[in-house]
């Protein structure tokens, strides 16, 4: 299940000093990783964010450690918040 627009927005708004702070290329690996661990298919963040699918295939491969803590982290706030089926 993908993340609403909602969240997705939130998401930005929350991180975007991360990516001041990461520079360019690290806060759009971030930003991929965050959207794959929300269950967001690599098509989608393609065409969410413009990139091409070699870009994104590259970092599911060198990132997929960070791509599951971060599903993890999701799962585990969803089921704080009752979110959790």
Same mark, same amino acid.
């Not at 001041?20 to 990783?33: A, H, P, S």
């Given at each position: 299940m993908s993340m609403p627009p909602e969240q997705i927005n939130r998401m930005f708004d929350n991180s975007w000093k991360n990516g001041? *702070?990461?520079?360019?290329?690290?806060?759009? *690996? !971030?930003? $991929?990783?965050r959207l794959l661990a929300s269950g967001?298919? $690599? !098509?989608? +963040?393609? +065409?969410?964010?413009?990139?091409?699918?070699? !870009?994104? !295939?590259?970092?599911? *491969?060198s990132d997929s450690d960070k791509i599951s803590k971060y599903a993890k982290t999701l799962k585990e706030r969803k089921k704080r918040h009752g979110m959790c089926q």
């Open positions: 001041e *702070k990461l520079g360019r290329d690290e806060y759009q *690996k !971030e930003i $991929v990783c967001m298919s $690599v !098509e989608e +963040v393609i +065409v969410v964010l413009c990139l091409r699918r070699d !870009e994104v !295939e590259a970092i599911v *491969k």
